[in-house]
């Protein structure tokens, strides 16, 4: 492990790190609080010029919320009212009844051993959600509802999101690393 000397902030997530030899950011996870839109694993920000020295990317960062915040965004909004979901059961590992969905982006790709994905006509589905639901529009409705609060609540992400990180860069771009102790 070689020494570093002076710890900088991600242009990224914002985060603290170690500066490598190079002057860069050292390799670090991601786990800004767990929006599955957003990029998981190895942080973006790895490798690059820590935010005292370099805001590229940063800014990047920020442009690229900002047209999810004013276009994929409100055009995904604007689909949600015709939206038809299809319906699945999902049963992790050996659960024995497992979960009826429609969202399944999380799962696709697993090996059958850890997940069994069947699809269920809407009378099944219908079936799963009483007495909530009795009737395909009710189901259909919810689903378009979750949908939109996803949306929703991506939006409000990444303006939090932008937010933070426009602070960080007033604050720190330009000002010196900090040196280890
Ligand atoms: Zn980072």
Redesign the pocket.
Known sequence: MGKHTHKGN?Q??G?L?AVTKKGN?AN?G?DVDGFRHMHVGT?Q??QKKPLQEERLYADEQIAYNNYCIDILCPRALANVSSYMPKFYRVKKGGSVFGRVMSDISNYIGMPSWKVQITELSIEDAIGYFRPTITNEDALIERERNIRKREIEDEIKYRKRYNDALQKMIDELYGTPLIPNE
């Open positions: 991600c990224v997530c985060r790190q950011i670090h991601y942080c920000g790895s």
